[in-house]
């Protein structure tokens, strides 16, 4: 062996030895990926647990005003040096909150997208954070089975990309897209963009309150030329809808009680109708809608059940041209036990079942 490093330039040696230092940890986090599902489709449920440090601050010590710095600053974090492709897509969403007969607060979530993709379910249990499960769309770093290197090595972009989760003190996020202009502000503060604050709230939220406190101590840089909003809940049940305000020069962050959300304002909902776009207002009020109509009806007996019936109440089938259809994943995530449950592409009967405290798959239903 000392003779064969005798004839490698000492540059050579020296960047070989930094990137396997430096990947490590990383190969240790590839060793963890499972497959979860077997659809017929080829879009399947993974997971994997992160197990090298994504540096969360200094990402947030970054200034982003074009999505290739935040490509950059995504890849850099997680795969330097290597060449790997990453899209930044659009989300389309339904979400809610609801406390159920046992005392438990469940967040049910749909993410709608009309390409089809495998999703990934992220763990992480950062040193100076808190442990969170979080999803992402495998279609967005161009994978759709993993099966080889690159795809592998892909999942490791996971904690920056993820469009929801839970985390340890029962604070759930989900990302929902809107048609208004994106944010771009640039005020001077930590920088963040709409993926990023995902993991800025699991990792560093106790509260709603906290969430809040947190997004509205930065400066927020809306990917992919759309424009998003975001719900959170914690384990108390304090639901909201978190918005950069479409009618204000500088975008304002307000945060607002709600029990459900879908993709327009909810500071203008009397300006949006349902079955329709409405301008920079958004969309989706009849998911809205439905999922309302089936809480009022249900108010003071809310179950699990409940939950599902919501989401499958605001799923979308899909819908040639129309991006924000094709409901693609449904969870409920329980914010008071810990707990997940996910499904794919509509299939009600088949759920997977997630415990936080020890990153496991503890049941499945078909």
């Not at 950069?244 to 304002?265: K, M």
Request: proline residues 4%; aromatic residues 10%.
């Amino acid at each position: 062996m000392s003779i064969f490093l005798a004839f490698i330039p000492a540059a050579v040696l020296l960047f070989v030895l930094a990137f396997l230092a430096r990947y490590f940890t990383r190969l240790k986090s590839i060793g963890t990926i499972r497959k979860h599902t077997d659809c017929a489709d080829g879009y399947d449920l993974y997971q994997v647990e992160i197990k090298y440090d994504y540096r969360l601050d200094k990402l947030l010590q970054r200034e982003y005003s074009g999505n290739q710095q935040v490509t950059d600053a995504v890849l850099s974090a997680a795969l330097p040096l290597l060449p790997i492709h990453m899209e930044l897509p659009d989300y389309s969403c339904s979400a809610f909150s609801l406390t159920d007969v046992e005392g438990d607060v469940l967040m049910g979530r749909n993410y709608d997208f009309d390409i089809d993709t495998s999703a990934l379910i992220v763990c992480c249990a950062p040193k100076n954070g808190y442990r969170s499960v979080g999803t992402v769309a495998l279609d967005n770093v161009s994978v759709r089975k993993i099966k080889g290197v690159v795809s592998k090595l892909s999942t490791m972009l996971g904690p920056m990309i993820c469009l929801d989760g839970m985390n340890e003190k029962g604070v759930s996020i989900a990302v929902l897209m809107l048609d208004s202009a994106p944010v771009r502000q640039q005020t001077g503060k930590p920088g963040l963009f709409t993926t990023l604050a995902i993991r800025l709230v699991l990792d560093r939220a106790a509260t709603t309150q906290e969430a809040v406190d947190l997004l509205r101590g930065c400066d927020m840089f809306a990917v992919s030329g759309g424009d998003y909003q975001f719900y959170v809940t914690d384990a108390a049940g304090d639901g909201r809808v978190i918005e950069y305000d479409c009618e204000s020069a500088s975008r304002e962050l307000v945060d607002i009680p709600v029990r459900s959300a879908t993709n327009f304002y909810e500071l203008y909902k009397d300006k949006v109708l349902p079955n329709q776009h409405n301008g920079i207002y958004g969309h989706g009020r009849e998911r809205y809608d439905r999922m309302e109509a089936l809480f009022a009806a249900n108010e003071g007996s809310f179950t699990v059940q409940t939950a599902w019936d919501a989401l499958q109440a605001a799923s979308q089938l899909p819908n040639p041209g129309e991006p924000t259809s094709n409901t693609q994943w449904s969870i409920v995530y329980n914010n008071t036990q810990g707990t997940a449950e996910y499904t794919l592409r509509r299939n009600w009967g088949e759920i997977t079942s997630f415990r936080l405290a020890d990153f496991s798959i503890t049941g499945k239903t078909h």
